[in-house]
């Protein structure tokens, strides 16, 4: 009878045990099942979301195609805008005072002096911005199948904004020691009087090459926040980054930048004002999204914005 009674409390545990092996399996069977089903949704949200970036780059960029043609009809390629003081240009001849808002061309030469600053606006949505006693030439600005802008620095300062949607396909900075190489970023390039030169990179990429009679001795990628010196007397020396450390000026044509962008931004608007309704009813995208997004194009930025919304860095970070 004892052994009976064992026998029946041995079934009925092993009953109890598989009956709540069942239940945790079906358990994990179902939490398995809603994860997967907040995973898909998730993917779905941000494929509608990726879906909805698309069209608007698409429509963007077909409006800048319309708004470059008109560029180029109009043969605007390089236009001088003088800041303070006398600006001078040299144009197939000797040096003679510029003109607010004159034209330029291939081969012209600008210069600043005491007191003196200048932007070189380039295909309406670049920009160069000279210091006091600074001085560049325009070696290349061709626009047919690609567009090809070379700048020669010999002496001074300059800030270079180069923004994607300008179409700039090679942007190529020349001095005494280097060679740079860009398709959209923000940098300053600082020549010293013995041909030393300096860049300091805000956003994107710089390739930096030292070179020397006509030879390229190192290159090196200068990122966002980094900086890199080119010394003369070091020519043949190992190129290294360092920290990018801003001075006032910097910061003022950081500043100058942001107001230069939401100025095109107010552009862009005005030229896709017709899509945005639909583009937000259909895709859920918010008046803060869709600025951070145009504000992303413009740029060219793989880093979105700071105040970028998290889904748009995330969408980012996938690519």
């Known amino acids: ?72 009809e109009d043969k605007v390629k390089a236009q001088l805008i003088i800041e303070s003081g006398i600006v001078k240009v040299k144009h197939e001849g000797s040096w003679t005072i510029a003109e607010n808002g004159m034209d330029l061309y291939e081969s012209d030469s600008i210069k600043t002096e005491d007191n003196s600053s200048a932007s070189i606006i380039l295909f309406k949505s670049s920009v160069i911005r000279l210091d006091k006693n600074s001085e560049v030439t325009i070696e290349e600005l061709i626009r047919e199948e690609e567009t090809t802008v070379t700048i020669q620095q010999d002496s001074g300062r300059t800030w270079n904004t180069v923004t ?56 090196i990628d200068v990122s966002g926040n980094e900086s890199v010196f080119v010394f003369i007397d070091m020519i043949n020396e190992t190129l290294t980054t360092k920290p ?59 880093d979105i914005p700071e105040d970028a919304p998290k889904w748009i860095k995330d969408l980012f970070k996938l690519s």
């Open 1 to 72: 009878m004892v052994k009976k009674s064992a026998n029946k409390e041995d079934k009925q545990d092993t009953f109890n045990k598989n009956e709540s092996e069942k239940l945790n399996d079906k358990k994990k069977t179902n939490a398995s099942n809603e994860k997967n089903n907040i995973k898909q949704k998730t993917l779905k949200k941000k494929y509608r979301l990726l879906v909805s970036i698309v069209i608007i780059i698409c429509i963007i960029g077909f409006v800048w195609l319309v708004f470059s043609t008109i560029i180029t």
């Open 164 to 219: 994607k949607i300008s179409g700039i396909d090679n942007y190529e900075v020349q001095t005494p020691t280097t060679i740079a190489s860009v398709r959209g970023t923000a940098f300053v390039v600082i020549v010293q009087e013995n041909g030393s030169s300096y860049y300091g990179v805000s956003h994107g990429v710089l390739n930096v090459s030292g070179v020397s009679k006509g030879v390229i001795k190192d290159s």
């Open 244 to 302: 990018f450390e801003m001075d006032e000026w910097v910061i003022e044509n950081l500043l100058k930048d942001k107001q230069f962008v939401e100025d095109f931004k107010q552009e862009l608007y005005a030229r896709i004002e017709e899509y945005i309704p639909a583009l937000k009813a259909e895709y859920g995208i918010s008046d803060q999204e869709l600025d951070a997004l145009l504000e992303g194009y413009i740029l060219g930025y793989f």
